[in-house]
């Protein structure tokens, strides 16, 4: 692990310029390694010029080299004399003394004196080199801990985000994309990705975030018996070290990823999906404390994704009681009355056309407005009694709701046909407009006789007479007047 932070690089240099000036020596060096293959990832030296720290690389080599031994045993070496040792390089030194840097029982590297003369160091040097190797260590656990301390925090106030966001109201796969965008920024993964499973029992990424574009991940599909499947739809964690050459994946887009997390979405043994957390090919492996953070993640954002799925069936329910009472209303009460004066005044009106009285035209048309009223209020009784949908959140979605509660009422689907990119181009108060327009003429389509077609067309390029940019809504059918000519066109525009 390289460690980073300025006040922990000042003090471990304050560390080792101590340790040289009190022991007289010639170099110092605190060397802290990678605790896979004893790498030397981060050195601090004091009394060494560039050379000589290329030089000193035999000397601290983890596996090789004094160093290694160090590892090794856990314990402080002195070395009166180097000339019989292998593997101390070109460094003209003879006099060797190195302290373990230890926290707990894990060796992070070491604390080391040389000199050029053979026994230089003594025990009171040996016994300052063990006092400053522990401060060393003390110092670099502080800062662990700290930093994970730190991690943990940010893991909690991500999970608090994501259970706000779920249920704040967002749609399924919303809430999904939330989860895997702020699992991947947690856990520092070149992606996050939702796999759910699919009918013919194999899993497919529903959801993805990434900080490109996402299209090539999405719809991307585990197939039956592959073999980390059983795993996953056992709803157990999968931990890769590397996803490009792991047997167990088999996906075109492995190639893409290194180390990577599988983790699943979890709650009441109900198995919504699996979270994935890759990283770049040849990114940084994930630590334990990485995986038991993410692991928790998970675990709480299963947890909200259940109860933001409660919290929106709970709201569809509220939502469709409320409109049956509304039709039960509107029937029992608008529809009767409504009814009963269209009877009355058909009763007049006959009345009257047996006495000759010229008031038996308005009589009749105000039969058919009646009618029409009815039929309108019946409309209104059909689309309140189906059951909610989601609310679309663009222009196009809006449009397409409308036209599709239409057909229900026409008995067809009218034709829809979008120009330009209507949703960045039409701006709120225009499409609001729009829409109302749209609402009336799919009224009054479905109010002649013959209509057996509609057609909609909206332009977002069309142009004012001005020349101003503007949308515009035709709205066409094959029905016929009352005078039994074809149906007007309905034309409307408005300027962006």
Do not use: N
């Not at 070109?90 to 060796?107: K, Q």
């Not at 979890?266 to 334990?288: K, M, Q």
């Not at 039709?327 to 006495?355: I, N, P």
């Amino acid at each position: 692990m390289a460690w980073t932070g300025l006040d922990l690089r000042t003090t471990l240099q304050h560390i080792v310029d101590t340790a040289t000036t009190l022991a007289g020596a010639c170099h110092g060096a605190l060397a802290l390694l990678d605790s896979a293959d004893r790498h030397v990832t981060d050195l601090f030296t004091s009394g060494l010029s560039e050379d000589e720290r290329r030089d000193a690389g035999p000397l601290l080599h983890g596996r090789t080299g004094v160093l290694g031994a160090l590892v090794d045993d856990a314990q402080a070496v002195r070395v009166d004399d180097l000339t019989d040792r292998p593997h101390t390089g070109p460094l003209a030194v003879r006099s060797f003394i190195g302290a373990p840097v230890r926290v707990h029982t894990e060796v992070l590297g070491s604390l080391c004196l040389t000199a050029e003369e053979p026994g230089r160091f003594d025990d009171t040097d040996l016994a300052l080199l063990r006092l400053l190797a522990s401060q060393a260590a003390a110092a670099i656990g502080g800062a662990h801990l700290y930093e994970a301390a730190r991690q943990r925090e940010h893991w909690i106030e991500g999970a608090a985000a994501v259970t706000r966001a779920l249920l704040s109201g967002a749609g399924t796969t919303d809430a999904l994309t939330t989860v895997a965008e702020r699992a991947r920024m947690l856990a520092g993964a070149a992606a996050g990705v939702i796999l759910q499973p699919t009918a013919d029992g194999g899993m497919e990424i529903v959801a993805a975030a990434t900080r490109d574009d996402p299209a090539g991940l999405v719809g991307t599909a585990i197939q039956p018996g592959a073999p980390v499947l059983v795993q996953l739809l056992g709803g157990e964690e999968v931990f890769i070290d590397d996803s490009s050459t792991d047997p167990r994946m088999t996906t075109h887009v492995r190639s893409r990823f290194g180390p990577s997390m599988m983790l699943p979405l979890e709650s009441g043994g109900r198995l919504i999906g699996t979270l994935a957390l890759p990283r770049r090919h040849g990114g940084e492996p994930y630590t334990d404390l990485d995986r038991q953070l993410a692991s928790q993640f998970a675990s709480q954002a299963a947890l909200a994704l259940v109860m933001a799925d409660a919290q929106h069936y709970r709201e569809q329910l509220a939502v469709y009681e409320d409109r049956d009472r509304i039709a039960r209303d509107l029937h029992d009460l608008v529809v009767q009355r409504l009814f009963a004066t269209e009877m009355m005044l058909e009763s007049t009106r006959r009345k009257d056309t047996a006495g000759g009285s010229g008031t038996a035209e308005l009589l009749a048309k105000a039969v058919d407005e009646l009618d029409s009223t009815i039929q309108e209020v019946r409309t209104a009784i059909f689309a309140l009694q189906q059951p909610p949908a989601e609310a679309p959140t663009t222009f196009r979605g809006r449009v397409l709701r409308e036209t599709g509660g239409a057909a229900a009422v026409l008995g067809f689907q009218p034709s829809v046909h979008f120009t330009g990119a209507v949703d960045a181009l039409v701006p709120g108060p225009v499409d609001g407009q729009l829409l109302d327009v749209l609402r009336g003429a799919l009224a009054t389509a479905h109010r002649r006789t013959g209509v057996s077609a509609v057609e909609v067309e909206v332009d977002a390029t069309a142009r004012l007479p001005d020349g101003r940019p503007a949308v515009r809504l035709v709205v066409a059918d094959d029905g016929r007047a009352e005078d039994g000519s074809r149906s007007p066109t309905v034309i409307w525009q408005a300027p962006l």
